[in-house]
């Protein structure tokens, strides 16, 4: 379990696709990471969790199955890319952001940029398929950036950026047309599949 508080940067080193396409290994240079990781520990990049297959003397390297490649964005980062990094909430530590799992929901593209006082206010796009997770002033969870949602539209939500995120994230890099990663609240999951049952039976009467 992630906060969605990012703890540093990575760099992306390789990315070697397996010769079936089923799979990859991705390799990240994090030295501020290198002596913290252990074979078969969690890190979670750009809110993904993904499991640690090796510790190397830079950083580390983990094994991207189909499933990771089919419903991520991991698959098309190049040697040279910015990495969000995070390591799983440690029991009794403070919950920074809110309740991020690293299982990414859906992919999607920033829309636009807009400076506003000290920060930043980004569009970006909103999968018909989580429209009815996203909430304005709900948390939801952008290459791993706990955010609060600053307004919801027809295919799109907005989030406001302090100069903090933009300095210690990558969000900050992100371009108009630029794909991110999202995880939405689970909770608002949860709660959807507990009262199905009774609106179900609702609208059948």
Known sequence: MF???VEGLGE????TVAPDGGGARLEVQASWLADALRTGESVAVNG???????PTAA???ADLVAETLRRTALGGLAPGATVNLERPLAL??????HLVQGHVDGVARIIDRTPGGLGEEVRVELPPDL???VVEKGSIAVDGVSLTVAGVGPGWFSVALVPHTLEVTTLGRRRPGDQVQLEVDVVAKYVERLVGPWTDRAGAR
């Open 3 to 5: 906060t969605g508080i």
């Open 12 to 15: 992306v080193v390789s990315l």
């Open 48 to 54: 993904c969790c993904l499991t640690v297959a090796e």
């Open 59 to 61: 950083g580390f390297a």
């Open 92 to 97: 009794g530590g403070r919950l920074g952001g």
């Open 131 to 133: 429209e009815r997770y």
